[in-house]
């Protein structure tokens, strides 16, 4: 039996919340609901969700600024990455330590100003380095014992919008983020959903 580590108060998470200038997602089970959809040429399509993929273009149009690291390879997560303007998309990175590093050290920032959200072991290793671990509500148990906010959405399913939102509100953006949507109803919408 794993020992399960006490969760954060509600003023800690907001604290480690606030300090967050990074976030970084794994992306199958997290930014998809982990399927992957195979045809005889290999993998065909992986589903992502419209309002993780709006609050995060949101976060990067208010200064917080988002990056997938993954395990895999998939052209498919270049496209969805470009579309969703990441800073940096990793990709085939069996290690995730030193994946992390690079990230911390492109963005100069220290670890306790990132956020990590992954759902599977091989994503314990950032999650135990970074200022705020997340994950999706069906992550497998060891990571949801780990995680420093346990979303309630699943992964594919809203789980990245809840740590968004969670950043953006602590740090007090999100008024940023709503104002903004209000102006660009009145202009022919610049920003889109995503
Ligand atoms: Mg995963």
């Known amino acids: 039996m794993i020992e399960a580590l006490p969760k954060p108060t509600k003023e800690e998470l907001n604290a480690r919340a606030a300090r ?5 997602f794994d992306c199958d089970g997290v930014l998809t609901d982990g399927g992957l959809y195979y045809g005889s040429d290999g993998e065909l399509m992986k589903r992502f969700d419209v ?3 709006h609050a995060l273009v949101m976060a990067r149009l208010v200064g917080l600024p988002a990056a997938i690291l993954t395990a895999r390879t998939s052209s498919i997560v270049d496209v969805r990455g470009r579309e969703l303007g990441l800073a940096a998309i990793l990709q085939g990175k069996k290690e995730k330590g030193p994946a992390l ?19 599977d072991l091989n994503d314990l290793g950032p999650m135990s ?7 999706p509500a069906d992550a497998v148990v060891e990571v949801r014992q780990e995680a420093h906010f346990v979303a309630q959405s699943r992964g594919g399913h ?37």
Do not use: H, N, T
């Open 101 to 119: 590093d690079e990230l911390l050290s492109q963005f100069s920032i220290p670890a306790e100003s990132c956020a990590y959200m992954g759902d």
């Open 51 to 53: 309002k993780d993929g």
């Open 20 to 24: 967050v200038r990074l976030l970084v």
């Open 158 to 194: 809203g789980a990245a919008r809840e740590l968004v939102e969670l950043c953006l509100k602590a740090s007090g953006r999100w008024e940023d983020v709503v104002g903004l949507m209000k102006r660009s109803e009145s202009k022919s919408s610049r920003v889109g959903l995503k």
């Open 129 to 135: 380095r970074v200022g705020l671990s997340a994950c």
